[in-house]
């Protein structure tokens, strides 16, 4: 059962999406992608997705549901990026080990092969100067990081199938034909979790599979649209545990699943949002001001337009058990 949430409209002065969120020093910073009406003919590619920049945002208060949002403008440009050629996706920000913030960010590169680049900035609030070329090994789209408060490392998820090319790749290696997916009652093609380097630059070693199970311990399957991942990691943790949640693409659940390190196996445990209008949904989940919030996206501000989502935010509540409120994406 799905609950009526009270939510807000964060940014209405522009179309951004796919928020990841983070507090640093007290302060939260939202890190979307920014949408724009890109003449560009809608596929199952994502194509229509064009996006060429990127803008920081803050709360200017304590309240996400009343305080100023702040643009602080374009913090990262494709022309600038040496190796990329287009499609600035879901994004995500870290602070390292030396202080500084680290932008991962998925573009395809020159022959439209997606990969993951880093930019760094002195202030959570950039301008992000961008690597010269992408982490090695690197491929597929949504980056999310965890900096673990258990071991101090970073864990970076990502993956996306259908437009995010997930599915070119078995166990790291793109394969001769290109686009392959395993039959309905075969284990869905898993997300990706990596270790980063000390220097927060390169993989520290190859990425592993992100096993998603049912409560069976039975890993979720293909055919199970309405579970399985399709693309939009994120990682948070409470009380000590690690929730996985993710969006279920062409079924447009946000779902999450819970594990006891940063690896995984995690065990399917439920849907944190309904479908919301628009194709996409995405999401954050962050701690503030001693609540727990789900920032996300829909396109009701444009009409519909897949293209063209706004960000929301909304109270997001646990039960006893460690279980989340669904929250009803239409309101
Ligand atoms: O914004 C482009 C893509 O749409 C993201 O990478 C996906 O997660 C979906 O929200």
Known sequence: MAD????????????????????????????????????????????????????????????????????????????????????????????????????????????????????????????????????????????????DDADGEYYMYFGGIWGGQLQRYRDNLAQDCGTSYPEDGEPAIPPRVVRLSHDMLQFAEDSRPVVILDQAGKPLTVGDTHRRFFEASWMHKYQGKYYFSYSTGDTHHLCYAIGDNPYGPFTYTGELLTPVVGWTTHHAIVEYGGKWWLFHHDSVPSGGITRLRSLKVCELKYNPDGTIQTVDGID
């Open 4 to 147: 009526k949430v009270i939510k807000r409209y964060l940014f209405p002065d522009d179309y951004m999406a796919d928020p990841s969120v983070h507090v640093f020093d007290g302060k939260l910073y939202i890190y979307p992608s920014h949408d724009w009406a890109a003449p560009v003919p809608e596929d199952d590619f994502g194509s229509q997705h064009d996006m060429k920049d990127y803008h920081v945002l803050s709360l200017e208060g304590p309240d996400p549901m009343t305080s100023p949002v702040k643009d602080w403008g374009k913090v990262l440009d494709l022309k600038d990026i040496p190796w990329a050629r287009r499609q600035l996706w879901d994004c995500d920000v870290v602070r390292g080990r030396d202080g500084r913030y680290y932008m991962y960010y998925p573009a395809k590169d020159k022959t439209d092969i997606f990969r993951c680049g880093v930019a760094i900035s002195d202030k959570p609030t950039g301008p992000f100067v961008p690597e010269p070329d992408p982490i090695r090994g690197s491929y597929s789209i949504d980056m999310a990081v965890l900096h």
